[in-house]
């Protein structure tokens, strides 16, 4: 398992969602979208 600083990992995260704009997407409907694609371990580590 690699351990990432989970502040710069939000940030990015939302830097994502903030740049998404068809659809708009804020950072829970991002996670959501995410997970529904497969990447259910990462969603979930990153929204503990």
Do not use: C
């Not at 409907?29 to 694609?37: K, S």
């Amino acid at each position: 398992m690699v351990d990432f600083d989970s502040k710069v990992v939000f940030s990015l995260v939302q830097k994502i969602a903030d740049s998404l704009s068809k659809p708009p997407m804020d950072v829970d409907q991002l996670l959501t979208a995410l997970g529904n694609e497969g990447l259910v371990a990462t969603v979930a580590a990153l929204r503990s």
